[in-house]
């Protein structure tokens, strides 16, 4: 215990960069209750696996989807691993063809290259448009007689961006693949939005929707939904030693924290409490965005509650050095996600830095220097690049 009073968990006063967030705190308390069981063996623990119901049929109705089927996994991670799972043993039942491939745009998280290498299956991954969502030519084009399934992303990791879904979802179907919705980041703000992103939108087959980014619920509860029965049990294994016979989860004993944290936020949260936190973190990016491209740096135009823009290398790293969490794009692109815990206070706080540490601001106002030329001051001059 000693040790554990000496390690401090995160404080998240300066974390920009990460995906998940401070659980509510009722969410936390139950998560505690909870501890010790295991909706895996849901004969012997049953009241989490009731609780697990719940909360599969509470997820379901931020998805759109009349008639749950699914299970708490362990994050987005192992949901679109199982949805990856479940096309391809379905596809090998129905048409026992040659190697299969899925088809995912570049912006798809790289959970989906784990599934690919273990499941044996081929990853066609396709161009993204000018605004960062899957080309929908570049999708059709790749799609072949051995394609199980399609991935379209509804809150993209870096960018924020949403999908085509019902374009992508027409396409998978004329081809007899699975439509798997990635909406790991963005189930939880979606529904405040306009998109067309859930089971009610379209004809999608699974989903990946997890609890505990937006939906405030502690790690780890993931959700993977299904709109028939058959994908589940495509997942589904014999089990000779627990009370249950079969198992379709991918981790066999698993976290009753994360169900019962999960049922307990969204019984808080949903939607009221869900809706007024989409409006906050939207205010806040806006003003973020705003703030940034007023200070002459080049701004993606957010559509979700995440701020992508144009810093440089050196002026993150000084803000890194700062005690700034921060992520960057793969093409280099400065990446702050505007999750709960995210205020203004700590935003200003952030901006208040950026002016401390972008020392060429002190002489771009009259002067010919491009943005892409820092002067460092701090160190008595020379160009940092
Ligand atoms: C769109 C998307 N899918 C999947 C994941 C993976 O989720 P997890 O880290 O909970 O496994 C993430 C993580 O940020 C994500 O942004």
């Known amino acids: 215990m000693e040790s554990i009073r000496r390690s401090q968990p995160q404080d998240f006063d300066k974390v920009l960069s990460s995906m998940c967030t401070e659980p509510h705190p009722l969410a936390q308390e139950a998560a505690a209750e909870f501890l010790a069981t295991n909706p895996g063996d849901p004969a012997t623990y049953q009241a989490i696996a009731e609780l697990e119901t719940k909360a599969?049929?509470?997820?379901?109705?931020?998805?759109?989807?009349?008639?749950?089927?699914?299970?708490?996994?362990?994050?987005?991670?192992?949901?679109?691993?199982?949805?990856?799972?479940?096309?391809?043993?379905?596809?090998?039942?129905?048409?026992?063809?040659?190697?299969?491939?899925?088809?995912?745009?570049?912006?798809?998280?790289?959970?989906?290259?784990?599934?690919?290498?273990?499941?044996?299956?081929?990853?066609?991954?396709?161009?993204?448009?000018?605004?960062?969502?899957?080309?929908?030519?570049?999708?059709?084009?790749?799609?072949?007689?051995?394609?199980?399934?399609?991935?379209?992303?509804?809150?993209?990791?870096?960018?924020?961006?949403?999908?085509?879904?019902?374009?992508?979802?027409?396409?998978?179907?004329?081809?007899?693949?699975?439509?798997?919705?990635?909406?790991s980041w963005g189930g939880f703000v979606l529904p405040f939005t306009g998109y067309a992103w859930s089971f009610a939108d379209a004809p999608i087959d699974s989903m990946a929707i997890d609890p505990h980014k937006f939906g405030r619920a502690p790690i780890p509860a993931g959700g993977l939904l299904a709109r028939e029965q058959a994908t589940v049990d495509a997942l589904a294994v014999e089990t000779p030693y627990l009370e249950t016979t079969s198992q379709a989860t991918l981790t066999g004993t698993r976290s009753g924290a994360g169900v019962a944290g999960t049922v307990v936020a969204m019984e808080e949260l949903w939607p009221a409490g869900y809706h007024q936190q989409y409006n906050r973190q939207m205010d806040n990016t806006t003003f973020l965005a705003d703030q940034l491209a007023n200070r002459g740096i080049e701004v993606v135009t957010p559509t979700l509650p995440l701020v992508t823009a144009a810093v440089q290398p050196a002026t993150i790293e000084a803000l890194q050095a700062d005690g700034w969490r921060l992520a960057r794009t793969a093409s280099g692109h400065l990446r702050i996600v505007c999750m709960p815990h995210v205020s203004r206070t700590s935003l200003e706080a952030f901006l208040d830095d950026i002016d401390r540490v972008r020392p060429w601001l002190l002489v771009t106002a009259d002067s010919l220097l491009p943005d892409t030329i820092l002067l460092d001051v701090r160190e008595g001059g020379g160009f940092l690049g």
């Open 56 to 183: 599969i049929n509470r997820l379901s109705e931020v998805a759109g989807l009349a008639n749950p089927h699914g299970y708490i996994a362990s994050g987005g991670t192992e949901a679109n691993i199982q949805a990856i799972h479940a096309a391809r043993n379905r596809a090998n039942d129905e048409t026992a063809s040659g190697q299969a491939n899925v088809v995912a745009p570049a912006s798809v998280h790289f959970s989906v290259n784990k599934a690919a290498e273990m499941l044996g299956v081929d990853l066609w991954i396709v161009p993204v448009d000018d605004d960062y969502r899957a080309d929908l030519d570049a999708v059709t084009a790749a799609i072949d007689t051995d394609t199980v399934a399609v991935i379209g992303v509804a809150g993209t990791t870096e960018y924020g961006r949403v999908d085509p879904i019902p374009a992508l979802t027409d396409i998978a179907h004329d081809a007899g693949a699975h439509m798997h919705v990635d909406a």
